[in-house]
C-alpha cells in the first residue's frame, strides 16, 4: 500500500490480561473489529477453514475484521487482548487484501505497550462474558467507543500511537504473503483497493482487467491466484462485509445498505447475505442491535 493512500482511523474497544480456560471455546467468529492477542502462559488454537495457528506464549496474533475465526483453549490460556474498530475515509482497510490469521514473535515492547494501555483504560474488558454473541452487538460497540470520548486528549493521542504501533507489526507480514517482487501482485492488490472504494457501482472482471491493462481471463487467473477467489465472488464478498459493517454501525435501511453496497434489489442482496452468513439481514441485525 502506498503510504500517502493510508486513511485509517481506529477506535479502542477493549483491552485485558485474563486467564482462560476450556470454556474459551467458540466457533465460526466473524467480528468487524480487530482482534489482537498477545500470550504470556498457557496454549491454545486459532483456526479456520484455511488455517490452523497455535496461540503460545511469546507472540502476538492478529486477527483482521470479517476474518472468520474459531478459537480453543484446551487446558489455561493467559493473555493479553485489544479489540479495535477500524474505519476509513475510502472504505478500504489496512488488511483489505490479507483477511488472514497471523503471528509475529513478540519483542518486549508489545508488553509494555499492552500494559500501558491497561494503565490507561483500567475498566475496558469484557467483565461479563467472553462469548462473542454477547459483546458484538451494536449497543454494546457504540458502548465500548463512547468511553473514548472521556479519555483526555493526551491518553487519546498515546493510545492512538500505542495501536498504530501494534498494528504495525503485522503490516510487513501482510505485505510479505501478498507482494513477491513482482509487478503482478501490485495490479492485484490495486484491483483490490478498486473494488473495495466502489462497491457501490457496477463492478465487472472486464473493467477490472482493463484498469489493470490485462487480459480478462489472465485477470481473473491471476486474481484468483493471490485472493483465493474469482472476481465476482470476492466483489460479493466484500459487499456483503461492508453491509455487515453498515448494519452494525449505522441506522441504514435495508433498501439503502443494499443500494450502498452495489446490489441491484433487495431480493438479490437478501440472498447473497443469507449464502455467505448464514443469516438472513433481519436475523442478522436483530441479533447484532440488541442488548
Not at 484498469?211 to 481473473?220: C, T
Request: with cysteine.
Amino acid at each position: 500500500m502506498n503510504k500517502f493512500a493510508f486513511k485509517s482511523t481506529f477506535s479502542l474497544l477493549n483491552v485485558d490480561y485474563v486467564q482462560l480456560n476450556k470454556s474459551w471455546n467458540y466457533k465460526h467468529i466473524i467480528s468487524p473489529f480487530y482482534r489482537l492477542y498477545l500470550i504470556s502462559e498457557g496454549c491454545g488454537t486459532l483456526y479456520n477453514a484455511t488455517q490452523s495457528i497455535t496461540l503460545e506464549s511469546g507472540y502476538l496474533y492478529l486477527i483482521p475484521s470479517f476474518t472468520s475465526c474459531s478459537y480453543v483453549c484446551p487446558e489455561h490460556l493467559i493473555q493479553y487482548y485489544l479489540h479495535i474498530l477500524e474505519d476509513s475515509s475510502d472504505e478500504a482497510s489496512l488488511f483489505i487484501a490479507n483477511r488472514k490469521i497471523m503471528k509475529v514473535s513478540a519483542v518486549s515492547t508489545d508488553f509494555t505497550h499492552f500494559k500501558r494501555l491497561l494503565e490507561l483504560n483500567p475498566d475496558r474488558g469484557l467483565l461479563k462474558s467472553e462469548n462473542p454473541e454477547d459483546y458484538e452487538k451494536r449497543p454494546i460497540i457504540q458502548g465500548f467507543q463512547e468511553l473514548n470520548n472521556r479519555l483526555s486528549l493526551s491518553a487519546y493521542v498515546e493510545i492512538q500511537g500505542i495501536m498504530l504501533q501494534l498494528v504495525s507489526r503485522f503490516l510487513e507480514v501482510a505485505s510479505f504473503q501478498l507482494e513477491p517482487a513482482s509487478t503482478i501482485p501490485f495490479k492485484v492488490s490495486e484491483a483490490i483497493r478498486y473494488i473495495q472504494t466502489h462497491l457501490q457501482t457496477n463492478l465487472t472482471v472486464e473493467h477490472l482487467a482493463e484498469i489493470a491493462h490485462q487480459n480478462p481471463d489472465y485477470f481473473s487467473r491471476i486474481f484468483k491466484e493471490n485472493t483465493g477467489e474469482r472476481p465476482l465472488a470476492y466483489i460479493q464478498l466484500k459487499r456483503i462485509e461492508r453491509a455487515q459493517f453498515l448494519m452494525i454501525t449505522s441506522d441504514l435501511t435495508f433498501n439503502e445498505i443494499a443500494a450502498e453496497t452495489g446490489f441491484e434489489s433487495l431480493a438479490y442482496f437478501s440472498r447473497m447475505f443469507k449464502k455467505v452468513t448464514g443469516q438472513t439481514p433481519s436475523v442478522y441485525r436483530k441479533n447484532n442491535r440488541r442488548v
